[in-house]
């Protein structure tokens, strides 16, 4: 099989053909990963709490890397079609997982998983947004607009709430975040270019292993404490965010994405922040006070507001 084939094969499994193609079962496993991403917030809370945040990233790569391993391995047996892609995957991996979960872990550190779930919302403005700025992909003023509010909004959720048990320097967890994003979505556009040549477990699978070679070097560091004791919460959480949050998710989303048009894939993505804070109150006992509240409601608004631009 040429690489042509094998790159034609590839694209079919991740990239819809027709919006006819959703089925109620895609929308249950949407809703199920919109879950498990909201989850992250909670779950990354309380082992933060516990680990080094460069100590909880390269478990959470390596826990990924043992899972994926065999399965990639076995079914795929991958390999890269040109230096251009190595380069492509490189970079991709340098800015998610390797950028978008340090600055996460380090967001959490200091700001409360409730408001960080909210700057969350901020996700599909930014693919948009970094879509226009580098590879010029068009886009209508209204669309940036709403980046701008929802911006405002982000602004507002973190000047109305001081410092707490929860969040200890708000200001500078919800910027972590922010930059967390920012890698998240330059990921999003690096992916543009590689058009669907590789399967999204390979994708994965390539993922975790430069994070993870990343990390855990880093692991001697004298800033990095290693952990003297088990405690079995941040244990569970951490395997849950390996897991279930790192891949989990992540194939919930590449299979719905496979299945239902992407106007509708991206409005279901809304539901991320709200399950993140939902899971907050009830996992961690956080409150938001009720100018946070109005804050909430600027952002999501914004969100959802763009998409209806940008779809028109």
Sequence with gaps: MNKESLASSSTTAVIPETPEQGTKLAFIILVLGCMLWGSGM???KIAVTEYHPVFLVCMRMLIALLVLTP????????RIYSKRDFGLLILLSLCDPVGFFAFEAMALKYTSAAQASMVWALHPL???VAAWLIIK?????????????AMGGVVLLTAAGGANEHAANPVLGNMFEVMSLCGAAAFVVILRFLKGRYP???????????????????????AVTLPTELNWEPIVATLYLGICVTLCAQGCSAYALARIPVARFSSFANLIPIFGVLLS?????ETMLPLQWAACVVV?????????????
């Design 71 to 78: 399965f990639v391995w076995i079914k795929f047996r991958p």
């Design 42 to 44: 909670a779950v990354g």
């Design 281 to 285: 109150m009830l996992l961690l006992g």
């Design 300 to 312: 999501l608004g914004a969100v959802i507001l763009s998409q209806r631009f940008q779809r028109t």
């Design 200 to 222: 999204v477990p390979v994708v994965l699978w390539f993922q975790s292993l430069i994070a993870s070679l990343i990390f855990l070097p880093m692991l001697s560091l004298d």
């Design 137 to 149: 992909e068009k886009t209508t003023a209204p669309v940036v607009i709403c980046f701008l509010v």
């Design 126 to 128: 930014l693919n948009t």
